[in-house]
């Protein structure tokens, strides 16, 4: 490896190690509700315990959430989002070896240059260094497609019992981001399909690459899927569960929908729609680098076609075709099951690669192509990023992460505390749960207008069980400022609450938060 490959394999985990802790610390809200609550439930066996103490999401994997909460009881809070951020810049790297097997030497742009401009994507730069995860699960998906690449001869025309075993291996890293966290999925399944290019052997090498899917799924979510069916009657609970119909939600598929195109021509516009008003894909982050691959992807296959013969002027042409239609289903299947921009972010990260993939099949001279690629790299770079999910050290750059002490002298001995959900206002509190006596039980009560209360509607009867028949102190962990939902929500059990007892509690993260006394009407 020569000098300069060595400072860009170092460059791109210690940038964007360094780059996390400057944009401060992680305060988002999927941290505060499960992200940190759900490793600990696992590790102390608090299923059953608690009761929804972070609403339905308490039944998501908590294998992606482990390292994390190990991190934060042995490294100081800087430390552990450097970390995180390092491994972010590792897709860097494995974009930096991807471009190297698809563009062609000489193209005016060197690999490092789509795999740097996709690394400082709107998106990418919202998410490093916290726990949304989106671009740290494309690690084993962009693997999975360098695999593929760097034995791309092999691939096409090796012998299968040899081109197999590595599509089986390549799906298994896909498989395992998809295990971890199944919004992935759609990556895979893009992958998937581009297989059926290969002349000759389309069938058995998306076979051998599912084999390998479904074999990296339940290496890293088999023992979670097992535990929902047992304890739910559905794996994937509470989603889809029009097809499982466990007693404990409503027979619906459940999925988010809140971001999706109203209609046809939205849905045919929607990267412009993202770039316009990108709160409707719940992103507060704008770049363009989505709207220009929306546009370069359909352009460069029907070039392709048209001109069968062509070669591709700054790609290899079938990898060029491979990945053109990868990105293609890939976001197409994303636009149909979620179109939250966070899912796609790694699609904004390849998408420079994508561009010149496409502008290599534009009939034009080869010293044109080359400008207009440099040309584009240099377009797409500008974007409007967004600090919406952080604060401020603080000068607490040494100290655990989260951290949360409960009110002094407040009645825990004993005790059972009750969790509002959602209302206008609310601010999520699992994440000081860990923090609690380990005998304490929490318990999720349905606010009035709580969105998320329908999804797990068999729980109700068992919630109030607990409720009624709970000998010891009752307590509620609130938001201040949400008293008038607290009544509501509290009043279904009979139970009302002593604001004016209320104390706050002391946290690292989120707030503010209130434990309050309760009584029995």
């Known amino acids: ?40 439930a696992w590790l102390h066996g608090r299923n059953g315990h608690d009761l929804l103490a972070a609403d339905f999401h308490v039944y998501f994997n908590p294998l992606l959430d482990l390292p994390f909460y190990l991190g934060n009881r042995h490294l100081p809070g800087a430390a552990l989002t450097f970390l995180l951020g390092a491994l972010h810049g590792v897709n860097g790297l494995l974009l930096w070896r991807i471009a190297g097997h698809v563009l062609r030497p000489g193209t005016g742009v060197p ?20 726990t949304y995860y989106d671009a740290l699960v494309a690690l084993p998906v ?11 001869d092999l691939v096409q025309h090796g012998p299968l019992g040899r081109s197999l075993p590595l599509l089986v291996l390549a799906g298994a890293c896909a498989g395992t981001g998809v295990g971890l966290k199944q919004t992935v999925a759609v990556f895979a399944v893009g992958i998937g399909v581009a297989l059926l290019l290969l002349p000759g052997r389309r069938i058995a090498s998306m076979v051998a690459f599912g084999i390998g899917g479904v074999i990296g799924v339940l290496a890293t979510s088999g023992f979670w899927l097992w535990h929902l069916w047992e304890t739910t009657g559905n794996p994937l609970f509470p989603y889809f569960n029009h097809v499982f119909r466990s007693p404990l939600g409503p027979a619906e598929d459940l999925r988010t929908r809140h971001a999706m195109p109203r209609d046809l021509w939205e849905a045919l516009t929607w990267p412009l729609v993202m770039l316009r008003a990108p709160w409707r894909v719940d992103s507060p982050v704008r770049d363009a680098k989505l709207l220009v691959a929306y546009l370069a992807v359909p352009a ?28 293609a289903v890939s976001y197409l299947v994303w636009l149909r099951l979620f179109s939250i921009y966070r899912y796609l972010i790694p699609v904004e990260m390849l998408a420079p690669l994508v561009i010149l993939a496409a502008l290599g099949f534009a009939p034009l001279a080869p010293r044109a ?57 609310w601010r999520p509190n699992a ?11 929490f318990l999720r009560i349905v606010a009035h207008d709580d969105p998320a209360g329908r999804l797990v509607t068999g729980f109700d009867a068992e919630i109030a069980r607990r409720i009624a028949t709970h000998p010891g102190p009752v307590l509620v962990l609130m938001t201040p400022g949400g008293e008038a939902h607290v009544t509501a929500s509290l009043a279904r059990h009979n139970l009302a609450a002593e604001f004016a007892a209320c104390r706050r509690l002391t946290t690292s993260i989120g707030g503010p938060l209130a434990l309050c006394p309760v009584g029995r009407r």
Do not use: C
């Open 1 to 40: 490896m020569s000098a300069r490959s060595l400072l860009a394999a170092l460059g791109f985990p210690l940038g964007f190690g360094l780059l996390a802790v400057l944009l401060g610390k992680d305060d988002n809200w999927d941290l505060l509700h499960y992200h940190y609550y759900n490793p600990h």
């Open 111 to 130: 690999p490092l240059v789509p795999a740097l401009v996709g690394m400082l994507g709107a998106g990418s730069i919202y998410v490093v260094g916290t």
């Open 142 to 152: 962009f693997a999975a497609l360098w695999l593929i690449l760097r034995r791309w």
């Open 300 to 327: 460069g296959l029907l070039l392709a076609l048209a001109r069968p013969r062509a070669e591709n002027l700054l790609a290899e042409r079938r990898i060029a075709v491979f990945l053109l239609v990868a990105t």
């Open 369 to 425: 192509a080359r400008i207009l690629a440099v040309a584009l790299m240099i377009a797409i770079l500008p974007i409007q990023p967004s600090n919406r999910d952080r604060i401020a050290w603080d000068g607490a750059m040494g100290a655990p992460f989260v951290a949360a002490a409960p009110p002094g002298g407040m009645a825990l001995e004993g005790a059972l505390v009750v969790v509002p959900g959602w209302h206008p206002g």
């Open 431 to 441: 994440f000081v749960i860990p923090f609690f006596p380990p005998e304490v039980p």
